[in-house]
């Protein structure tokens, strides 16, 4: 079992700068990957960004390139996400993911609401 945790949402004017956290307890080892999705209103939850958990190796969806940085620290168990120039598009709740290596489950956090706005 994995227990995802976020913080790091609120509220940021256009073209600023927010860092998501997520802290990540339990069955570590586990996990071979961890992400962030987001779900603005209306609409579906979609990838944002993804890290593998050993290696490194990111993707990032189109619309967040050149923007965000996701990164890891494996040794506090935490992921992160850099949210650079930030629009108001990128208003929604942001989930934290992680997936299971055997299986491929998914687990998530409660999710934290950041709100781009003038």
């Known amino acids: 079992q994995v227990t995802l945790v976020e913080s790091g949402g609120g509220l940021v004017q256009p073209g600023g700068s927010l860092r998501l956290s997520c802290a990540a307890t339990g069955n570590i080892f586990s996990i071979s990957t961890m992400g962030w999705y987001r779900q603005a209103p209306g609409l579906q939850r979609g990838l944002v960004a993804s890290i593998t958990r050993t290696g490194g190796n990111t993707y990032y969806s189109d619309f967040v390139k050149g923007r965000f940085i996701i990164s890891t620290d494996n040794a506090k168990n935490m992921v992160y996400l850099q949210m650079n120039s930030l629009k108001a598009e990128d208003t929604a709740v942001y989930y934290c993911?992680?997936?299971?290596?055997?299986?491929?489950?998914?687990?998530w956090g409660q999710g934290t609401q950041v709100t781009v706005s003038s």
């Open positions: 993911n992680a997936v299971k290596k055997i299986n491929g489950y998914d687990y």
